[in-house]
């Protein structure tokens, strides 16, 4: 499906390439502030070497300022690429019905045929624009964040690695539940788009043969519809937040124990684990940018 769709970002691949390269490497300066950190908390302040701390704090700035240009240049990227692909979609799907024959013209109601090149054109220009950045920086942060925890104890990374699939687990069901409601949604937002172009384009007719009554209420109907699959299919969305967050602290909790137990064996250090936790509160975050995604 999304290859069928790679083709009307036509002269605009640039931006997206641009926008994906400064993702992935906004991700890897992000990543690289927590293990200074550590280093800076078990170097320079357990020696109280002030030079030290001062210059791995410098070197931090450094890396949120670039950090932060990076989501700059990537915003602005995206945005063009976004715009872009929209107008030449919108263009295409244009010219596409200009060609139909009356068979296709009588087959598409003109409400839904409105609907396509105006709010679901709408809705994949943003998931282009909005969503370049958590479908390529969650993958990778989460990657490269494993790898860092990994690094910093191997032991205490095992605690986190188990949370995962868990969290992967949850995801599944979550959107294997929500893809078909969102599917019933883009159907009955059709329904109340196509009832309401019929009445303000026929209101002298419906005027004429008192039929207001009768058309509010088939109004109200096609309403109601929308305003249930919509509560049930947001109902079931929000959930995905709150089960991150138990899985999330729980598994934090458990570090901050083992953690614990590892500095007062000796085997760890108070800035590795601070470190360490930053890099687990990434990690899962870059999920949640994964399953917002889907």
Not at 161 to 179: D, E, T
Not at 193 to 219: H, L, P, W
Not at 268 to 279: D, I, P, R, W
Request: overall charge positive.
């Amino acid at each position: 499906m999304l290859k069928r769709f790679w083709v009307y970002t036509g002269k605009y691949k640039k931006e997206l390439v641009i926008a994906a390269v400064c993702s992935v490497l906004e991700c890897g300066f992000e990543l690289l502030i927590p293990l200074l950190m550590a280093d800076m908390v078990d170097v320079g302040v357990a020696n109280r070497d002030l030079p030290y701390i001062l210059s791995r704090g410098a070197i931090m700035v450094v890396c949120a300022v670039v950090s932060l240009a990076l989501g700059a240049v990537y915003a602005r990227m995206a945005a063009l690429a976004g715009s872009g692909f929209g107008a030449e979609l919108r263009s295409a799907e244009y010219k596409k019905i200009q060609g139909f024959s009356f068979a296709n013209l009588d087959h598409f109601d003109t409400p839904s045929l409105v609907t396509r090149l105006t709010s679901d054109v709408t809705i994949l220009q943003n998931s282009l624009t909005n969503g370049i950045r958590p479908l390529l920086r969650g993958p990778s942060m989460m990657i490269l964040g494993l790898i860092m925890a990994l690094l910093i104890n191997r032991r205490l990374a095992l605690v986190f690695v188990i949370a995962i699939p868990l969290l992967g687990l949850c995801l599944y069901f979550v959107v294997r539940r929500l893809r078909p409601m969102f599917g019933g949604l883009q159907k009955a937002l059709d329904k109340v788009n196509s009832i309401v172009q019929e009445n303000i384009t026929a209101m002298r007719v419906v005027k004429a043969y008192v039929r207001g009554d009768y058309e509010s209420a088939k109004f109200g109907a096609v309403n109601l519809e929308l305003q249930t699959v919509s509560e049930k299919a947001f109902g079931t969305a929000v959930l995905n937040a709150p089960i991150f967050q138990v899985v999330m602290y729980a598994t934090i909790i458990r570090l901050l124990w083992f953690g614990g137990n590892l500095i007062h064996t000796g085997s760890m250090q108070v800035g590795e684990l601070t470190g360490f936790l930053s890099y687990v509160l990434l990690i899962v975050n870059s999920l949640m940018m994964i399953s917002g995604v889907f």
